[in-house]
């Protein structure tokens, strides 16, 4: 048993107690979980343990404990727990994210990697403007309909990139969103009784209806990926697909042609959903701090009058980057962080951790420490443009940036999109900003301003986005628009 494992004299972690088996799954909220592990990270401190259906979940929120766990001893950490809404998860060769550790995980990371790195930047810009231009006619035609546009955008970029097919970004959400939603808690009953898995291949189809249903998504997922590849074969692009063709030719593992295929799916799945949650938080800061929304304005207006900005304008473009980076800061795409699971038992500072535990990097907390990030729930990019304030870094010409930076995840397991996000938010923030004003929408009756929930936040497994809201959009600078010919 665990307890008999334990060493003599090594202490259990803190944290909230529960059922012996269950634990506390009665304690966690299925909305805002973030916030209640916020909320124990202040009576438990920077790391505690709980346990939810056998599972145990070490949470930290401190970044020199994070260090420790999963850099310094990332043999033991760079895995991933078992989805038992997902069998198999851990090893198919489907969604590197979920893979064990392991060389299947090296060479699934090696290949996306590969295939992001061959990525020609010019290529990214081109049709992440020529993607932001559509999004921001459609946003100015219907911004009551910002959360889906956002995504069906956002999910036309990493379309095109990988399979040089835009026109399937609306199957590209949907793809998304079904995995998203089947490997959320509470989805199937396989994510509360983990046990009910062990039956995956005992009992007939009929008793299992969400066994039914994962498969049926499995199938459809396989043949949209297998068929975005097969044409994207044909088609004379730059796309991953063809990028994946070269590194076949130099014989450099990924021979089958369906690890080829999920490589790429995945990463179209992931990427959009990312791509977008920054996005659609940006726009809802916007809707309460029209103050940033000039500022911004004026510093594209100055470092690139008459067109989109572009990666050579980074460096002059602070004002920008900080309102990325306190997006980022303010509404973590991730909030809980990506579970690390541990190997084999053990000891950090005199605490037992268990093999299999999970760890989390509790990105919501480490963003609002009060210490770094005085008045933390308010959204002030200007904590990264003013001295006076502790995040302050200069020069400020690189300074502030989202590359690097914790809400990436650790280790082994760091995410690999970083330069990929960082020219998407900066071509689609900054062009919003650009080419529009927004604002909460106001009641055509009392004429009031409809207020906006910016907690109102849609939980998934891993990533979060927000529940649709109501805003208005109109154009900044027709000028500017006509230039760009919108
Ligand atoms: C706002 C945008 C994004 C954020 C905040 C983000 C954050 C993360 C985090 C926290 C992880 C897990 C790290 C860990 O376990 O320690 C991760 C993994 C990963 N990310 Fe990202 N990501 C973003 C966008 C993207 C994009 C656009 C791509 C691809 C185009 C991407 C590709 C990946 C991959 C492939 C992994 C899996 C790495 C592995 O398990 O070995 N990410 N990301």
Redesign the pocket.
Known sequence: TRSSRKPQGIKDLPGPQGLPYAGVPHKVPPKRTWLKFHEWSKIYGPIYKLKIMGEDLVVVSDLKILEEL?VKRKANYSSRPEYPAIPGANHDMRY??LLSHGDH?GRA?RF?HHL?AKLPQDRLVDVTTRATKDYIQALLQDPCNAKALTELYASRITCEISWGNPTVAQKNVETAWALMHHVSPGATPLSKLPFLSLAWDLLPDFLQPWKVNELARRASEREFWLTEQEKARYANNDSFTLTRETYKQRDKGISDEEEAANSVGM?TV??SL??A??VQSFLIAMCHHPEWQVKGAEELDRVCPGRLPTPSDLKDLPVLRAIIRETHRWRP??PI??P?ASEQDDVYNGYFIPKKSSVLALAWTIERDESVFPDPDSFRPERWLEPTWPTYKEPLTIYPQIKGHH?????N?????QD??EIVNMIMIGSLLACCSVAKKRDPLTGGEIEIDTMDYEPFTIFVRPYAWEMEAKPRSEGLLKSLDL
């Open positions: 999963l590197l994210p995980h990371r996306a992001l990463l992931i990427g990312l791509l949650t920054p795409p991730i962080g990506a690390h809400g990436f995840g650790w280790g397991r760091m995410c690999l999109g990929f996000v």
